[in-house]
């Protein structure tokens, strides 16, 4: 998974910075692979949304794949802050600035909005950890407000529904299978 990550973030047709993930999709097909080949593909881009399709090829056959939904050109924009609806569920963990950090190092993820002072935790991070937590095979997420390094994050789990709050908000919502 991380290296289907590393595939995604370093590929040179991309440029994020600035974007946040509204949806991430992962599937794995194959448990375990040696040593897998990597395609990016730009599948739909415009001012306001792209959407990038990575997979994970070994011997011709896919072993896992990412559907990744970006918002572009946010930091211009006003966003409506949603309403405050309490952190609900138990308490899962926290992100650490320097766990942060170290994920964007480690998957050469240069967006700027994950090394700052206030670091937002990284979709993919995210995707990892719940896919660690689950063991799903494969899982969406929805993100509708950023997790933030160091602020607690709560999961309420509903059958094959999780949703995450941290500071109050609903930041999250996945459907694995």
Request: proline share 2%; hydrophobic share 35%.
């Amino acid at each position: 998974m991380i290296d289907l990550f590393k595939a995604f973030c370093t590929s040179g047709d991309l440029a994020y910075e600035g974007a946040f993930i509204a949806k991430i999709k992962y599937e794995r097909f194959i448990e375990k692979a040696n040593s897998e080949d990597y395609k990016t593909e730009i599948v739909k881009s415009s001012k306001r949304l792209c959407i990038i399709s990575c997979s994970g090829y070994f011997k011709d056959e896919v072993v896992e794949t990412m559907t990744v939904y970006l918002m572009m050109n946010v930091s211009g924009k006003q966003v409506k802050e949603p309403e405050a609806v309490g952190n609900q569920g138990s308490l899962w963990r926290s992100f650490s600035k320097q766990e942060i950090a170290d994920f964007s190092h480690s998957v050469g993820d240069t967006n700027s909005i994950h090394l700052s002072d206030n670091p937002v935790v990284q979709g993919m991070f995210l995707l990892k950890e719940l896919c660690t937590e689950t063991q799903a095979k494969e899982i969406e997420v929805k993100f509708t407000y950023p997790v933030y390094g160091d602020n607690p994050v709560y999961l309420k789990r509903e059958g094959n529904t999780i949703e995450g709050f941290s500071n109050d908000f609903l930041c999250f919502q996945a459907e694995s299978k």
